[in-house]
C-alpha cells in the first residue's frame, strides 16, 4: 500500500507541477504572490517577540504548531470519500440594496458573504472582513479551490466602506484581484504587520494602510471606530516563504459596543484573555472548518472548538465563518455546520448561520436556516 502510495504520489506531485508551471508562465500568477517585507516594515517585525531570527512563530505557550505528514495528505487525497462540494449549486439571497440605501446608526448587522468575507454596518460603521471575491482562492485562475456560490454584494455599496479589515495573507483571506478593486476606492485597510507590503505591490497607497502587531489599536473617527488587534494561533505565507508577516484576529468596537472577528486560529488560551479584556461582544464570528486532527491539528477549529472559543470570549451570538464556501479540507464540506448545531445546542449558545448575502440584524436575534440542506 505505500509503495502504490509513494509511485501516485509522485504521478500526482509531476502532473502539480506541470499544472503549476502553465499557470506560472500564463497568468499574473507571480504577481499574486505579493511583496516581502522591507525597510521599516521589515524592522518592525524584526523586534517583534515572535519573531525567532528567521521568521515569525506562534509563543511556545500557545502549543505545539507541527503540522501532519505529506503521506497523510496524499492518503486522504486518494482514498477519502467525503462530499467535499455540494452536489448543486448553493442558492444565495438577494442582497437587500434597499436596507443599504441609508445606515443605520445604532445597532449592528452583517452580510455573511462566504467563506471569511462578512460585511458589517455597526453604529453606521461599514467594514468588510477579508475580501474574497474571485471564483477561486488561488494564485492562478486555472487552478484551485472553486466557490460553492455566487458573490453578493453591489459595487455601489463598496463605494460606502469606512475601513477593509484583513486579518492575514493566505489567498483565502487576501485576494489579489479584489484588492485591486478596492485600491481603486478611498478606503483605509487595517491589516496585521508586514501585510501591507502585498497591497502597496498591488496598488494601495501606503497613506490609506494602517499595520499592528498584538495588543495595538487603529482609532477612526475621532475614537468612534476602533481595531484592536488581537492574538490567533495560525501562520502566514503566500509563495515559496511562510511567516514573514503576521497573522491577527481583531476586536471591533465602537462607544457602544464591541464584536470581534477571529481571521483563521486554532483553539488557545488566548480567547479568554481577550474575552475579559474586551468582552463582552454582541456577535463573535469564530472560523470554524478546513480542520483535520492530523495535519492541521493547531491552526484551525474544528465546531466544537469553535463553542468553546465563543464562550471563552463571553460571546452573545456566534456566527460561523470560513465554511461553505471553498473546498479547503478533507471533511464533507456541510460537516462543520451540522457539528456546529450539535455543539451549540448542548452548550446553549445562539448560532446564526444565514444564507451567503442574507442580511441579519443582531439586535432581532440570530437567523438559523440550515440552507446547506438544500444542496445535498
Same mark, same amino acid.
Given at each position: 500500500?505505500?509503495?502504490?502510495?509513494?509511485?501516485?504520489?509522485?504521478?500526482?506531485?509531476?502532473?502539480? &507541477?506541470? !499544472?503549476?508551471?502553465?499557470?506560472?508562465?500564463? &497568468?499574473?500568477?507571480?504577481?499574486?504572490?505579493?511583496?516581502?517585507?522591507?525597510?521599516?516594515?521589515?524592522?518592525?517585525?524584526?523586534?517583534?517577540?515572535?519573531?525567532?531570527?528567521?521568521?515569525?512563530?506562534?509563543?511556545?505557550?500557545?502549543?505545539?504548531?507541527?503540522?501532519?505528514?505529506?503521506?497523510?495528505? =496524499?492518503? %486522504?487525497?486518494?482514498?477519502?470519500?467525503?462530499?467535499?462540494?455540494? !452536489?448543486?449549486?448553493?442558492?444565495?439571497?438577494?442582497?437587500?440594496?434597499?436596507?443599504?440605501?441609508?445606515?443605520?446608526?445604532?445597532?449592528?448587522?452583517?452580510?455573511?458573504?462566504?467563506?471569511?468575507?462578512?460585511? #458589517?454596518?455597526?453604529?453606521?460603521?461599514?467594514?468588510?472582513?477579508?475580501?474574497?471575491?474571485?471564483?477561486?482562492?488561488?494564485?492562478?485562475?486555472?487552478?484551485?479551490?472553486?466557490?460553492?456560490? /455566487?458573490?453578493?454584494?453591489?459595487?455601489?455599496?463598496?463605494?460606502?466602506?469606512?475601513?477593509?479589515? #484583513?486579518?492575514?495573507?493566505?489567498?483565502?483571506? !487576501?485576494?489579489?484581484?479584489?484588492? %485591486?478593486?478596492?485600491?481603486?476606492?478611498?478606503?483605509?485597510?487595517?491589516?496585521?504587520?508586514?501585510?501591507?507590503?502585498?497591497? /502597496?505591490?498591488?496598488?494601495?497607497? &501606503?497613506?490609506?494602510?494602517?499595520?499592528?502587531?498584538?495588543?495595538?489599536?487603529?482609532?477612526?473617527?475621532?475614537?468612534? !471606530?476602533?481595531?484592536?488587534?488581537?492574538?490567533?494561533?495560525?501562520?502566514?505565507?503566500? *509563495?515559496?516563504?511562510?511567516?514573514? &508577516?503576521?497573522?491577527?484576529?481583531?476586536?471591533?468596537?465602537?462607544?457602544?459596543?464591541?464584536?470581534?472577528?477571529?481571521?483563521?486560529?486554532?483553539?488557545?488560551?488566548?480567547?479568554?484573555?481577550?474575552?475579559?479584556?474586551? *468582552? $463582552?461582544?454582541?456577535?463573535? +464570528?469564530?472560523?470554524?472548518?478546513? @480542520?483535520?486532527? %492530523?495535519?492541521?491539528?493547531?491552526?484551525?477549529?474544528?465546531?466544537?472548538?469553535?463553542?468553546?472559543?465563543?464562550?471563552?470570549?463571553?460571546?452573545? +451570538?456566534?456566527?460561523?465563518?470560513?465554511?461553505?464556501?471553498?473546498? =479547503?479540507?478533507?471533511?464533507?464540506?456541510?460537516?462543520?455546520? /451540522?457539528?456546529?448545531?450539535?455543539?451549540?445546542?448542548?452548550?446553549?449558545?445562539?448560532?446564526?448561520?444565514?444564507?451567503?448575502?442574507?442580511?441579519? @440584524?443582531? %439586535?432581532?436575534? $440570530? #437567523?438559523?436556516?440550515?440552507?446547506?440542506?438544500?444542496?445535498?
Amino acid at each position: 500500500m505505500r509503495k502504490i502510495l509513494k509511485v501516485t504520489g509522485l504521478f500526482f506531485l509531476t502532473a502539480a &507541477t506541470a !499544472l503549476f508551471a502553465l499557470a506560472f508562465f500564463s &497568468t499574473s500568477m507571480f504577481r499574486q504572490f505579493g511583496a516581502t517585507p522591507a525597510g521599516e516594515r521589515l524592522q518592525r517585525l524584526h523586534t517583534s517577540p515572535l519573531y525567532n531570527g528567521k521568521s515569525l512563530q506562534n509563543p511556545s505557550s500557545f502549543g505545539s504548531d507541527e503540522m501532519g505528514s505529506f503521506l497523510t495528505m =496524499l492518503k %486522504e487525497m486518494l482514498l477519502g470519500r467525503e462530499q467535499r462540494t455540494p !452536489l448543486t449549486p448553493v442558492q444565495t439571497a438577494e442582497f437587500d440594496t434597499h436596507a443599504f440605501a441609508e445606515r443605520d446608526s445604532n445597532g449592528v448587522r452583517i452580510v455573511w458573504i462566504g467563506h471569511s468575507t462578512v460585511l #458589517i454596518e455597526m453604529d453606521g460603521f461599514r467594514i468588510l472582513t477579508d475580501p474574497v471575491f474571485s471564483k477561486r482562492c488561488s494564485p492562478t485562475s486555472l487552478m484551485g479551490p472553486v466557490r460553492f456560490h /455566487e458573490v453578493n454584494i453591489p459595487d455601489d455599496l463598496l463605494r460606502t466602506l469606512d475601513v477593509v479589515l #484583513i486579518s492575514h495573507d493566505h489567498f483565502d483571506h !487576501l485576494d489579489m484581484p479584489t484588492i %485591486e478593486k478596492l485600491a481603486e476606492l478611498d478606503v483605509p485597510f487595517v491589516v496585521p504587520l508586514g501585510v501591507g507590503a502585498h497591497l /502597496e505591490s498591488w496598488g494601495v497607497p &501606503t497613506t490609506r494602510i494602517r499595520e499592528h502587531v498584538w495588543w495595538e489599536t487603529a482609532s477612526f473617527a475621532e475614537g468612534a !471606530l476602533e481595531f484592536v488587534c488581537t492574538p490567533a494561533r495560525h501562520f502566514s505565507g503566500r *509563495g515559496f516563504t511562510r511567516n514573514q &508577516t503576521l497573522w491577527a484576529s481583531w476586536v471591533i468596537r465602537t462607544n457602544a459596543r464591541s464584536i470581534y472577528f477571529s481571521g483563521d486560529s486554532g483553539y488557545f488560551e488566548g480567547f479568554k484573555e481577550i474575552g475579559e479584556k474586551f *468582552g $463582552p461582544f454582541e456577535l463573535t +464570528m469564530i472560523e470554524m472548518a478546513a @480542520y483535520h486532527e %492530523e495535519l492541521w491539528p493547531s491552526v484551525h477549529m474544528w465546531p466544537e472548538q469553535a463553542v468553546q472559543a465563543h464562550m471563552d470570549l463571553r460571546g452573545e +451570538m456566534m456566527l460561523p465563518i470560513h465554511w461553505g464556501t471553498f473546498n =479547503l479540507a478533507f471533511h464533507a464540506w456541510d460537516e462543520p455546520a /451540522e457539528r456546529l448545531l450539535k455543539a451549540a445546542a448542548a452548550a446553549d449558545v445562539r448560532v446564526a448561520t444565514p444564507r451567503p448575502g442574507q442580511l441579519m @440584524y443582531v %439586535e432581532y436575534g $440570530p #437567523i438559523t436556516e440550515p440552507w446547506w440542506r438544500e444542496a445535498k
